[in-house]
Nanobody, 119 residues
Framework: QVHVVESGGGLVQPGDSLKLSCTAS????????MGWFRQPSGKEREFVAT?????NEYYADSVKGRFTISRNQNMLYLQMTNLKPEDTAVYYC???????????????WGQGTHVTVAS
């Protein structure tokens, strides 16, 4: 079992930056990928970014060049810059024993942290 907890959400203005953090605990040796997903209000959850154990990083086109994912042992981060109102969502940290960007391959999920981008 792996347990993940996110932190760092909040209310920011368009153009601002924000950094999300995630801590994984438990059987972390099973983790091959850790990623961020988000769910805007009234919409389905979508992939944001993921990093594999070997360091490969993948991003959704909508955040490429603005968001940076990083991992340090059992900590996962998402540095978000030039935030836009359309980035408003609940952001989830997730862990997988597979090398995948597909949501259904992620077995371990945090509770989510709210990010609101508004002027």
């Amino acid at each position: 079992q792996v347990h993940v907890v996110e932190s760092g959400g909040g209310l920011v203005q368009p153009g601002d930056s924000l950094k999300l953090s995630c801590t994984a605990s438990g059987r972390t040796f099973e983790i091959n990928a850790m990623g961020w997903f988000r769910q805007p209000s009234g919409k389905e959850r979508e992939f944001v970014a993921t990093v594999y154990r070997a360091g490969n990083e993948y991003y959704a086109d909508s955040v490429k060049g603005r968001f940076t994912i990083s991992r340090n042992q059992n900590m996962l981060y998402l540095q978000m810059t030039n935030l836009k109102p359309e980035d408003t969502a609940v952001y989830y940290c997730a862990a997988s024993d597979q090398y995948s960007i597909r949501e259904y391959d992620y077995s371990y999920w945090g509770q989510g942290t709210h990010v609101t981008v508004a002027s």
